[in-house]
């Protein structure tokens, strides 16, 4: 096998594992949140529709946003948007999308004007993700359901509504994993009363 050969099977190897053990780990989180979740029933169904209704906006409108790639997230009606677009004006105009959601009570705009991210780069983004979740998953005194992880181009972002304690224990997992460039928290911080 020459050397071409052997790298794209290593690179398809490694995606497949990548995006399976995602895949995995996102159901067992979101088994967890049906047996406990801080949210309620409302804001989660909230945070579907904001992230559904606004990726739905941005990709009808494929001549005006073409060759972007753009991820919407939501958590307790906190929006964030990541990904990369050629031109500044489009990075407003999602934006604005965004916001005329009466759903999203927060935007928080981390797009980048860049060409979009090379599936190599993606492939890495989902590795890393995988690993902080499995790290959170394996970690005592924090619930990995209460948080949302989302890496952009070796950026990771925290988003959740969790005691200060919690965020303090993910934000240090996230930071000390393999891969890492930044990490940037959006948390809500509650209090846990302990009786």
Not at 15 to 20: I, L, N, Q
Not at 26 to 31: E, G, K, M, V
């Amino acid at each position: 096998m020459d050397s071409t050969r052997k790298k794209i099977a290593v690179f398809l190897l490694v995606s497949f594992v990548s995006f399976s053990l995602q895949g995995c780990m996102n159901a067992a989180i979101t088994s967890g949140q049906a047996v406990y979740n801080r949210q309620s029933i409302q804001t989660t169904l909230n945070d579907h529709y904001v992230t559904m209704k606004a990726e739905r906006e941005i990709y009808l409108d494929n001549t005006r946003f073409a060759n972007t790639r753009v991820s919407v997230s939501s958590f307790n009606g906190v929006v964030l948007l990541t990904g990369q677009v050629p031109e500044a004006s489009q990075k407003e105009d999602i934006e604005k999308i965004v916001r005329k959601i009466s759903e999203a009570d927060e935007v928080h705009n981390l797009i980048t004007v860049s060409a979009p991210a090379s599936a190599l780069v993606q492939v890495s983004d989902s590795w890393i993700t995988t690993k902080i979740k499995s790290k959170l998953l394996a970690t005592n005194g924090v619930d990995p359901a209460q948080i949302k992880v989302i890496t952009e181009n070796g950026v990771v972002y925290l988003m959740g509504l969790l005691p200060k304690e919690e965020a303090e224990i993910a934000t240090d997992l996230a930071r000390t994993t393999d891969g890492v460039q930044s990490v940037v928290t959006i948390f809500g911080y509650i209090t846990i009363s302990k009786t």
